[in-house]
């Protein structure tokens, strides 16, 4: 495995460990918290902290492809 396929192992950890974090803390609060603004306001956040978690990724395994086709050029997967 090289330099680069191992920071992106690191990086799909951390995204995928948020991911999961978030979906429990609100299921969590879904099924057994109570109705308050608080509990609200935190499904709301965690769900803004998911989707900017979830569209920073993919912006930034868009702009780092677009890094190595400018250095390798196009020349498919290897």
Do not use: H, Q
Request: net charge positive; glycine share 12%.
């Amino acid at each position: 495995m090289s330099k680069l396929d191992a920071n992106w192992t690191v990086r799909r950890t951390v995204v995928i460990c948020t991911l999961i974090y978030c979906g429990l803390v609100i299921a969590y609060l879904a099924a057994l918290g109570g109705d308050t603004r608080l509990n609200e306001t935190i499904v709301n956040i965690l769900g803004f902290v998911a989707m900017s978690t979830l569209g920073s990724y993919v912006f930034g395994a868009t702009w780092d492809d677009r890094n190595k086709m400018k250095f390798k050029g196009p020349g498919g997967p290897e």
